[in-house]
């Protein structure tokens, strides 16, 4: 799984941030970024589940 935040869309809202805060950091430009490129089976639901909860649907999931 490569997850990936389209910045374009996302509007800083922060639940990605507040429910998987291993992969998701909110930037000084108030946007999400990735910064575990690579995360583990362990976190895939919560993964998925930040995904879930984007209310612009910025978070692109890549299952590579
Ligand atoms: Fe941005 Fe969506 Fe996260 S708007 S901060 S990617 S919940």
Do not use: W
């Amino acid at each position: 799984m490569r997850p990936e935040v389209d910045e374009s869309l996302c509007i800083g809202d922060g639940a990605c941030t507040d429910i998987c805060p291993e992969v998701f950091e909110m930037g000084d430009d108030n946007l999400a970024h990735v910064i575990n490129q690579n995360p583990g089976p362990e976190l895939y639901d919560k993964v998925q589940e930040a995904a879930d909860a984007c209310p612009v649907e910025a978070i692109i999931i890549h299952e590579e």
